[in-house]
């Protein structure tokens, strides 16, 4: 397997003779079917602010500006005209079952009523054009304008919330202030006890890695607050942009990272132990399932961003690599989700391995990576994607890890049963355990 020449140097990968650098992931050659597979995922733009100023965030200091030209609250008229194109794609495709994601900014920003109201619209739109069809809606949020009365709202209307935080301490959240740069953690600490009272409306967390914390403390203090699922995301960078981090001894200092939360959720037998996405979705690859989500895996890309202006997007990931990046010059009001699925943008990570850098296509690993989330394989050298992802190193790492942890425990699951019968002795930590529901209610993006 040929590997890029550091973490913090460029991919080797140029782009084709005839081929425009600043699009080079708009590839043309290789078509969709006639008919792509439906969108089944709308992130929802509902606010374009935050009131926090998390030390990462891409989107307020990232490359991409184009926050300050969008409303602040998505106007009436545009959550109308979403609700009309999400339900003609629902009913086109025959899609069952479809998921909302009602972000931001901070979506709560908007006031709960008007996020109801938002997913109230969407479903009787859908309810009309495509009856049967099952409408999940989730908030993601900070946190911090969470109350019981707002929990209450959600709860009568069906919505579920998912928190962004980065642990389970202050320290731990340190990243995490205001725009005055006070901590968001006391006030987050109330939203993930307010969530843990009402199982019935917790999605669960989403937490931004920070190599420099200890991720067995990160995994105990993120389970006590009771989350159903968890998922750890690495901080969005790419070929030009290096994570932080990377300056530490290691050459994978994620992979270290993440095998030690790993091994102390696998290790994790008390009730009530959270799904965790990115490990789940690896051992379901491993096992020869498809994958559910943009951070691993080859399946085609099932999700689009709808902004507060009405812009069709691309995931926010993208923010992260130059200024409209996630842009398609789509917009709820002229287009349909079909264009969308038609853009090149768009159709191109559809693709599957025809989309990857030959040295993915080298990889032994490639079918469970995938080549990695697609925004941190921008390389500003070449103007493209089709690299492996700045994190290659440590994904191949942490996939033989896991990957050798799942073979020893088949293995040793086989010898109980040949021992014991075909149910095995009582209390064995299956791989098939950590396995029950891998497609979990929890975004990719913060
Ligand atoms: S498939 Fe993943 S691990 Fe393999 S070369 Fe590509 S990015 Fe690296």
Known sequence: ????????????????????????????????????????????KVHSRCNLACTYCYIYTGPDGSWRERPHRIPEATVRQVAYRIAEHTAAHRIGRIRLDLHGGEPLLAGPGFLVAYADRVRAAVREAAPGARVDV?????????????????????????????????????????????????????????????????????????????????????????????????????????????????PTPYADWLIGAFEQWWADREPGRPRLRLFSEILALLLGAESATEAVGTSPLAVVVVDTDG???????????????????????????????????????RQGLRALAEECLACPVVRVCGGGN?????????????????????????????ADRLAGELERRTRSRTRDGPSGPPGVHSAQGALTDVRLPVVDEE
């Open 138 to 250: 989730t908030v993601q949020t900070n946190g911090t304008l969470l109350t019981p009365a707002v929990l209450d709202r959600f709860a009568a209307a069906g919505i579920r919330v998912g928190l962004s935080l980065d642990g389970g301490s202050a320290d731990l959240n340190a990243r995490r202030v205001d725009h005055a740069g006070r901590p968001s953690w006391p006030a987050v600490r109330r939203a993930a006890g307010l969530l843990a009272a009402r199982p019935e409306t917790y999605a669960g967390l989403l937490s931004t890695i920070d190599p420099v914390t200890d991720p067995r403390e990160v995994y105990r203090s993120l389970r006590r607050l009771g989350p159903p699922a968890l998922d750890f995301l690495l901080p969005h960078a790419h070929w030009a942009a290096a994570a932080p981090g990377r300056h530490r001894p290691s």
């Open 1 to 44: 397997m040929s590997r890029p020449d550091s973490p913090r140097g460029e991919p080797r990968s140029r782009p084709q003779p005839g081929r425009p650098e600043a699009h080079e992931h708009e590839h043309k050659h290789e078509q969709e079917p006639q008919t792509p597979t439906g969108f089944r995922q709308f992130v929802l």
């Open 311 to 349: 812009a069709v997007e691309q995931v926010d990931a993208l923010k992260s690599a130059y200024d409209g990046a996630p842009a398609t010059g789509l917009d709820v009001f002229r287009n349909s989700f079909d264009e969308a699925l038609r853009h090149p943008g768009i159709a191109a990570r």
């Open 374 to 402: 697609y925004a941190h394989r921008y390389s500003a050298r070449t103007g493209g994607f089709r690299h492996p992802s700045v994190y290659c190193a440590d994904l191949e790492r942490l996939i033989r890890h896991l």
